[in-house]
């Protein structure tokens, strides 16, 4: 058997062995990297739970939005940020700029983040 024969032979025979691949025209990868596909392997249609959760359903879950921590931080965050705004006319009597961007960046910017951040 020559060269030519056998690299024929052999492409042969791994196409043979190569079975046919299962895809449709216009469908993606049945692969997943972020938990949306087939291969994920909570998406067979169970409803799972973790009682160690923060999130999951029930009282017994580790948080609860809004709890009374959580108001007492974010109005703590309130009433700290309105103490530092007042200093803020005085910043600018004196064209102190700096102080005034510090004071605006420092604390007061928890202000722009919705309140869900817990201590």
Same mark, same amino acid.
């Given at each position: 058997?020559?060269?030519? =024969?056998?690299?024929? $032979?052999?492409?042969?025979? $791994?196409? =043979? ?20 596909? =087939?291969?994920?392997?909570?998406? @067979?249609?169970?409803? @799972? ?71």
């Amino acid at each position: 058997m020559d060269r030519k =024969a056998f690299g024929q $032979a052999v492409v042969g025979g $791994a196409a =043979a062995v190569v079975g046919p691949a299962i895809a449709s025209a216009g469908e993606g990868a049945k692969f997943s990297v972020f938990g949306g596909a =087939a291969s994920e392997p909570y998406t @067979l249609g169970e409803s @799972l739970y973790s009682p160690y959760s923060p999130f999951g359903p029930g009282d017994d879950r580790v948080y609860s939005k809004f709890n009374d921590k959580e108001v007492k931080f974010n109005i703590g965050i309130v009433t700290e940020s309105q103490k530092r705004l007042t200093l803020i006319p005085a910043y600018l009597e004196k064209k102190k700029w700096i102080d005034t961007v510090d004071e605006l960046t420092r604390y007061v910017s928890f202000l722009k983040h919705p309140f869900t951040i817990a201590p």
